[in-house]
């Protein structure tokens, strides 16, 4: 157990809607960071956030956005969902994520599927 | 920019014999660190070994080691004595140290099978 956890675990919906992913980091951990892992393109990093700011992005789709709150948790929405969204979503948390050395530990994560 | 290469997308081993996962690195960052991660078939990412490219010797954990070799710019994941639990997708990572490298940037994976 990795100390990160994430709700739900499963989530079905149809096209055109919007959810709402959670994710609680590890006791003491600053930075979160969403990650999406399709099948046909591998893990790819979202975004990331430290401390309640928005520190990088990756390849985050315009209908995808996130947060994170003064306690710490983050949510990752995405909205107008499409079938290409279908995959695993995960979020890792580390400490401040400054170091190169800062390890990144994973939740169990969403697995989402777009009917 | 910095790339990951796995190049074996499936591999096979015995049970308690070693084997070595490939991963090959592309980076102009003169620090960066190297991590994998093991994936099973449950799905959860778990992290299993850092190397620094300056750390001056191989790191290890348990069963598991890391051969550096920095100037072949390569950074495989060697597993002792493998157990039938081994039997997932490895992914080797990177991270940097320079502005957009300090993301970690990931190889597609290999996907180990450990025979009885």
Request: glycine share 8%.
């Amino acid at each position: 157990d990795s100390g990160v956890t994430q709700t739900p675990k499963h989530l079905i919906t149809a096209t055109g809607q919007r959810v709402t992913l959670r994710c609680s980091p590890r006791s003491g951990d600053l930075s979160v960071y969403w990650y999406q892992q399709s099948l046909d393109q591998g893990l790819q990093f979202l975004i990331q956030y430290y401390n309640g700011e928005e520190r990088a992005k990756g390849n985050i789709l315009e209908r995808f956005s996130a947060q994170q709150f003064p306690d710490l948790h983050s949510e990752l929405n995405l909205s107008s969902l499409e079938l290409g969204d279908s995959a695993l979503y995960f979020c890792a948390s580390s400490d401040a994520g400054t170091y190169i050395s800062d390890t990144q530990y994973f939740g169990p994560g969403t697995r989402l599927t777009v009917l | 920019a910095q790339k990951i290469t796995q190049t074996q997308p499936g591999m096979f081993v015995q049970e308690k014999e070693a084997v070595t996962l490939d991963c090959t690195y592309d980076t102009s960052d003169p620090s960066y660190g190297l991590f994998w991660y093991k994936q099973p078939s449950s799905g959860e990412m778990i992290f299993l070994i850092y190397q620094g490219s300056y750390d001056q010797q191989n790191a290890t954990e348990g069963r598991y080691s890391l051969n550096f070799q920095k100037a072949r710019k390569s950074a495989n994941l060697v597993i002792s004595a493998s157990q039938l639990g081994d039997s997932a997708m490895y992914f080797c990572a990177m991270k940097g140290n320079a502005g957009n490298n300090r993301k970690l940037i990931w190889g597609l994976g290999t996907s180990l099978a450990v025979n009885p």
